[in-house]
């Protein structure tokens, strides 16, 4: 098992920036790739960022140059940092972390945090 705990949002002023935290704990030294995602009222869940254990990383195209993603192995912890925030950036943000076993893959998701950019 792998509990995700996601902290760091809160609302800003566009042009901003705020860094998420996501913490796993459990079965860690399995987990693979982790990664951001994100959902805005009525719109699907989408891929924001990924950082695998190699910390090779992939971004959406909408936050390119704008966000970072990376990841402390020490504490088990995965961030994304999200400079010139707009209002478009706003959504409940999810950590995701798929953990690797064998031939089989388990899917993890934090509880969400609320991310607002206003003008």
């Known amino acids: 098992q792998v509990q995700l705990v996601e902290s760091g949002g809160g609302l800003v002023q566009a042009g901003g920036s705020l860094r998420l935290s996501c913490a796993a704990s459990?079965?860690?030294?399995?987990?693979?790739?982790m990664g951001w995602y994100r959902q805005a009222p009525g719109k699907q869940r989408d891929l924001v960022a990924t950082?695998?254990?190699?910390?090779?990383?992939t971004y959406a195209d909408s936050v390119k140059g704008r966000f970072t993603i990376s990841r402390d192995n020490a504490k088990n912890t995965v961030y994304l940092q999200m400079n010139s925030l707009k209002l478009e950036d706003t959504a409940v943000y999810y950590c995701?972390?798929?953990?690797?076993?064998?031939?089989?893959?388990?899917?993890?998701w934090g509880q969400g945090t609320q991310v607002t950019v206003s003008s």
């Open positions: 459990g079965s860690i030294f399995e987990i693979k790739p």
């Open positions: 950082i695998t254990s190699g910390d090779t990383t």
């Open positions: 995701k972390a798929i953990r690797v076993r064998g031939t089989t893959s388990y899917i993890y």
